[in-house]
């Protein structure tokens, strides 16, 4: 079945339903806007408090601006340059988030986008977050037009904790590993943009003590993370962590990030 890249490119893996699929988002493109919805439930949540995951506002994020990107490129894939996102209110467990995107700047190559979550259960503002993306300069990246009239199926609900259906492993503290699997790869077949920022945040959240959580998450991608597994490195600042991610296959350095902590509420 599809899967979506980081880009929001999709490709076709039989027999997988990508993780992503997982997260509880539905999204709809209409005249160049995109619009969605999600519940928050528990296993999206930090482990040990209600808070939604930076990560997963990042990944509906990456999906869903991915599609208009596209939209832009096509037939060439649009690859995700960089993602930022700022939480203003952290979404918690029995929340529904509503998203809404469009693209700010549409260049030649590059092209920006901009998405709001707001929270319906209580009206406010959650998080937003900015995305670049930049037309593959590899002249065999091909990409159906037919594709783009699909968006992704669902949605789905995750069975267990993100991370255990991710796979990712604390080595030691401010050390996470996520794995190179079928199900979590974009249609380049490198890990998935989305599980990249999860690496970032299980770095810099393990490098704490007690519950935390990441109240900004900033994320320059280098290279696709072809090999893996993909190891993220926290080095903290205080409330800052700057985090380097390498892919361990290949020894290379695929992405560079900054992620802001704060205290989270214990469950």
């Given amino acids: 079945m599809n899967t979506v890249d980081n ?34 439930f528990a296993e999206l949540c930090v482990p040990g408090t209600t808070a939604l995951r930076t990560s997963v506002l990042a990944t509906w994020a990456d999906i869903v601006t991915g599609v208009l990107a596209l939209n832009l490129t096509a037939p060439r894939p649009a690859l995700t340059l960089d993602l930022d996102v700022q939480v203003v209110e952290p979404a918690e467990i ?17 092209a920006v986008c901009e998405t709001q979550f707001r929270n319906e259960t209580s009206g406010t503002l959650t998080a937003v977050c900015h995305t670049s993306f930049v037309t593959s300069p590899n ?11 699909g968006l992704p199926e669902g949605p789905f609900r995750l069975p267990v904790p993100l991370t255990e259906r991710v796979g990712s492993v604390i ?15 974009n249609a380049g077949g490198a890990i998935q943009g989305g599980l990249v920022a999860l690496a970032t945040e299980e770095a810099a959240t393990s490098s704490a003590q007690g519950p935390t959580v990441v109240t900004a998450l900033g994320i320059r991608y280098l290279r696709p993370f072809s090999v893996g597994p993909a190891r993220a490195v926290a080095d903290r600042h ?3 962590c700057l985090v380097h991610l390498t892919d361990a296959g290949t020894g290379k350095l695929g992405a560079v990030a900054t992620a802001r902590l704060a205290d989270a509420k214990p469950r």
């Fill in 171 to 185: 080595v030691a503290p401010g050390t996470v590993e996520v794995p190179h699997r079928a199900d979590g790869l």
């Fill in 238 to 240: 205080g409330e800052v």
């Fill in 94 to 110: 029995g929340d529904t988030i509503s998203l809404k995107a469009r693209t700010v700047k549409a260049g030649r190559t590059v």
């Fill in 7 to 40: 880009g929001g490119n999709r490709g076709n893996v039989d027999d997988v339903r990508h993780i992503v699929m997982e997260l509880g988002l539905g999204f709809s493109v209409d005249d160049g806007v995109a619009t969605g919805r999600a519940d928050v």
């Fill in 139 to 149: 002249p065999d990246h091909v990409f159906s037009h037919g594709a783009l009239a």
